[in-house]
């Protein structure tokens, strides 16, 4: 916050597994979604939260990638992230015992920066070709944009990239979500280093 560094404990949240939402219908590929609980936070003064991050973390009942076995593990600051849409409107808790207080707290980055924060940045990509079945006066083409999103990594290469928002045709996501491996970023910064992020790429489609 403008005001110092807070600190707030969260103890046995538990992940629920939203629908399987389908972002490629042309490779039946699924995303599992999880969302927890609201869960709250009250700060000891009245203050904006600027910037947030997991600084550790541990897991139960994982037991995919075997997480478990590794215990509580400590997790790097983030660079700013896009902006997506805000979270439906929460409850009030039921009561004052579901409320965690926030401590304050050193600065757990230590120097400071010129620029602290930043999000990945969009360098090029190659020009954007349309999928052969749309070409050759197909004029009959509805689509929304395709919004394709692209994980970066400290050194501004592209480790994976997923549909974030469906066109509702699924060659035309498919062909945007190849143009977006092919294009260059620049990675995310976090107090005065290089740190993984993602970019929302966008794509519209017209004729």
Same mark, same amino acid.
């Given at each position: 916050t403008p005001q110092g560094w807070y600190t707030a404990a969260f103890a046995s949240v538990k992940l629920h597994e939203k629908p399987k939402q389908a972002v490629s219908q042309a490779n039946l590929f699924m995303l599992n979604g999880y969302i927890s609980d609201p869960v709250? +936070?009250?700060m000891p003064a009245d203050v904006a939260i600027s910037y %947030?991050? +997991?600084s550790q973390a541990s897991t139960s009942g994982e037991t995919f990638f075997g997480w478990d076995s590794k215990g509580t593990m400590p997790c790097e600051p983030v660079g700013l992230m896009d902006s997506v849409p805000p979270p439906d409107p929460i409850a009030t808790p039921s009561s004052h015992d579901a409320i965690i207080a926030a401590h304050p707290i050193a600065s757990p980055v230590g120097t400071a920066c010129t620029r602290p924060l930043g999000k990945v940045t969009f360098k090029n990509a #190659?020009?954007?070709k349309m999928p %052969?079945?749309?070409q050759g006066g197909y004029t009959a083409l509805q689509a929304k944009p395709t919004i394709v999103a692209v994980a970066v990594d400290p050194s501004g290469g592209v480790v994976d990239d997923?549909?974030?928002q469906s066109s509702g045709t699924p060659v035309l996501d498919d062909a945007a979500a190849n143009e977006a491996r092919k294009a260059t970023f620049? #990675? %995310?910064?976090a107090f005065c280093r290089y740190v993984p992020g993602y970019y929302l790429f966008h794509v519209t489609w017209s004729m």
């Open positions: 709250y +936070v009250k %947030a991050y +997991v #190659p020009p954007m %052969a079945m749309f997923w549909v974030w620049g #990675p %995310a910064q």
